[in-house]
């Protein structure tokens, strides 16, 4: 049975289009349903899900706490995207993109809203000048890292995670072509961090807490099920960069923020306040 197809003359939207996601897969933007979106009691207002999109911005915003940076405290909101949360009127109304995830800073006269991860970490970065290097050109080397992971990650998830994970049927030609890319990110990143502690250089900066979430997750073997796969044991300097960022408990913490699954220990669904890790932790040693 041959799986080859012959795309028609006009694409029209007929059937769902098969998959994981296929119940939240539409043509068209805007909202579905009215909902409007919680406030809590802090300036920042994140609503979000603990993907690695949105593991980012609690990374962030974790380690901006842990710098004394007290204006950075904050309310993370669950976005279910699997439910098609993020097609309510809210949502919609602070990114019209529907895609997670989203911020709303509420500390000065009016909102600001604040779309795409990237957006977030250098708003967030240049808000509170940290983790973002002033004087070039390690300002120029941590911009251009970030957007290297904005550019890249897409044919990691998009590409090579849905068609190994998520697609109704295992297709030759998909994986091949985005296993083949995410190896060559792969190495791209390993020869960097071969010379360098972090992507960027010497410092640590928003480079490192946008990649790190997709790319050191991956050679953690938190992504698809795909490090033996991909064979994510040769990239030794990517996996020494993931140990290091993880020894943070800033960066622990923010892969907590509204994670839905794993152990319900390492779930913190919802984070209104910092004393919320410590109900965790002590969850945790209950369980134990």
């Known amino acids: 049975m041959s799986n080859e197809y012959t795309p028609p003359k006009v694409w029209t939207w007929d059937k769902a289009s098969g998959g994981q996601f296929a119940n939240i897969n539409r043509p068209v933007s805007g909202p579905t349903h009215d909902r409007e979106l919680p406030v809590g009691k802090?300036?920042?207002?994140?609503?979000?899900?603990?993907?690695?999109?949105?593991?980012?911005?609690?990374?962030?915003?974790?380690?901006?706490?842990?710098?004394?940076?007290?204006?950075?405290?904050?309310?993370?909101?669950?976005?279910?995207?699997?439910?098609?949360?993020q097609f309510g009127s809210g949502f919609v109304e602070i990114n019209p993109n529907s895609k997670i995830p989203a911020m709303v800073d509420r500390s000065g006269a009016e909102p600001i809203r604040i779309f795409e991860s990237g957006a977030i970490l250098m708003y967030l970065a240049e808000k509170f000048g940290a983790f973002l290097p002033t004087a070039q050109p390690a300002r120029a080397e941590t911009l251009s890292w970030l957007f290297w992971q904005m550019g890249s990650a897409p044919f990691l998830g998009g590409g090579f995670g849905h068609f190994y994970a998520y697609a109704p049927e295992k297709l030759e030609y998909p994986i091949n072509r985005y296993a083949m890319e995410v190896?060559?990110?792969?190495?791209?990143?390993?020869?960097?961090?071969?010379?360098?502690?972090?992507?960027?250089?010497?410092?640590?900066?928003?480079?490192?807490?946008a990649i790190w979430p997709w790319y050191g997750g991956l050679v953690r073997g938190w992504q698809y099920e795909a490090g033996e796969f991909l064979s994510v044991h040769e990239y030794k300097n990517v996996i020494r960069w993931s140990d290091q960022l993880y020894a943070r408990e800033p960066v622990k913490r923010g892969r907590m923020v509204n994670r839905t699954s794993g152990k319900p220990e390492t779930q913190l669904r919802e984070r209104h306040d910092a004393s919320d890790f410590k109900t965790k932790t002590q969850d945790k040693v209950a369980a134990e």
């Open 183 to 209: 190896k060559r990110q792969l190495d791209v990143l390993d020869k960097r961090l071969a010379d360098n502690e972090f992507v960027a250089g010497s410092e640590y900066t928003i480079a490192d807490m």
């Open 42 to 85: 802090h300036p920042l207002q994140l609503y979000s899900l603990g993907t690695p999109n949105g593991v980012k911005v609690t990374v962030m915003l974790e380690e901006l706490l842990a710098a004394g940076h007290s204006g950075a405290e904050y309310d993370a909101w669950l976005v279910n995207i699997g439910q098609g949360e």
